[in-house]
């Protein structure tokens, strides 16, 4: 292995959410790379298999030799198919395939790359397809924390409660009857001037809903859409809410306290309440 | 607020608020799905119970059995008709 001697294994974090399009890859790349930047060593995996995108909102995709499932089937070592994020030293990222279906992941051999993972890095973070079929359910299978992305929205709400309920049933620690898996609610896309409106489900609606932990709130934001365009997770844009309410989420994550930042509608003046304008 | 500030403000019109239907819906067919998640549909086995316990007493063609269920919030109504073969060989139907 890449060096450490026996150490205890890496907390394994899944980011699911059933519903397609909330922002699985966008905050498992903000997430990862927030985690990273406070120094622990962390590897991120993409397991949509046969749509990968990971590498592309990670500003890799031009690096990608070897992938997932490559290792699995042997036909590279996994120091070999990481890629080492050139502006967070501690960040890998192991893509997924573009040509295999979501067959070639087979969970032994999603073990034995988590397992090895372990030896060398404190979060292994693994990006989750939409649905709740394989790709999905080997996502979320060795997790140790399960991070829910969920809009404001009701198919996204209803699709979150029916991971939450694969979760609690057919991760290997409800198989296994150990303790279950610690879930945190990451609500996105979260527009408080609507909300206030009654347009868009309250926070505290969600909450009483889902009824998990909330671990941050990302606000609308079209610094989003500016940073995969540019392959910069958007945790990097530090002028941007989303980037701060991604650092709040992981500093949550880690212990810290800090307040809910971008919940309320932006306080308008009296030129742009009259003639309308739009958040930041 | 002054009416002619309202109306600058309003100008777009004003929608009724539909996030608390949105979150009523959620709450009701969360609170069926979360039940039906810890067991198999059950509606299939009762329809085939009913079937077994009304063949005993009367005659019936298990086709001529409908069960259904309807989800509301506070309470759901479960509907079971079975169309019962009339005396001149007529059905009519019982509920």
Request: charged residues 30%; hydrophobic residues 40%; aromatic residues 4%.
């Amino acid at each position: 292995m890449l060096g450490k001697g026996v150490r205890d294994m890496a907390q394994v974090i899944v980011v699911t959410s059933g519903k397609g399009g909330v922002g699985k890859t966008t905050s498992s790349a903000a997430f990862a790379t927030g985690l990273a930047q406070t120094g622990k060593k962390v590897a991120v995996i993409d397991f949509d298999v046969g749509l990968r995108n990971l590498d592309l909102i990670m500003g890799v995709e031009r690096r990608v030799v070897f992938d997932i499932v490559n290792v699995i089937q042997g036909e590279a070592r996994l120091n070999q198919a990481l890629i080492r994020d050139k502006r967070v030293d501690t960040l890998s990222i192991l893509p997924a395939s573009q040509t295999r279906d979501k067959d070639a992941l087979t969970r032994e051999g999603v073990q034995k790359v988590i397992e090895d993972l372990s030896a060398d890095f404190d979060y292994v973070l693994c990006d989750s397809p939409a649905g709740i079929e394989k790709g999905a359910l080997m996502a979320l299978y060795f997790a140790d924390q399960a991070i829910v992305v969920t809009n404001p929205e009701v198919s996204s709400v209803r699709d979150s409660d029916r991971i939450l309920g694969v979760l609690q049933s057919r991760s290997r620690r409800a198989e296994e009857k150990k303790d279950p898996v610690k879930e945190h609610l990451l609500v996105t896309r979260y527009d408080g001037a609507r909300v206030e409106r009654g347009e868009m489900l309250k926070l505290d609606d969600i909450q009483e809903i889902l009824r998990i932990p909330l671990l941050g709130v990302i606000p609308e934001s079209e610094s989003v859409l500016k940073a995969s365009n540019t392959g910069n997770p958007v945790i990097l844009d530090r002028e941007s809410n989303a980037g701060q309410a991604y650092e709040d989420a992981v500093a949550r994550f880690l212990g810290q306290e800090r307040p809910m930042r971008f919940i309320d509608a932006p306080k308008k003046g009296f030129l742009s309440r009259v003639f309308g304008g739009r958040a930041a | 607020m002054t009416s002619w500030l309202a109306y600058f403000t309003n100008r777009k019109g004003t929608t009724p608020a539909t996030a608390p239907a949105a979150k009523e819906r959620l709450q009701i067919i969360l609170a069926h799905e979360r039940i039906s998640r810890k067991g198999e549909d059950f509606l299939p086995k009762l329809q085939r119970e009913i079937v077994e316990v009304v063949a005993r007493h009367v005659s019936i063609d298990p086709e001529k059995v409908n069960v259904s269920l309807e989800r509301g919030g506070d309470l759901s109504a479960l509907a079971i008709t079975v169309e019962l073969p009339g005396p001149g060989g007529k059905a009519h139907a019982a509920a």
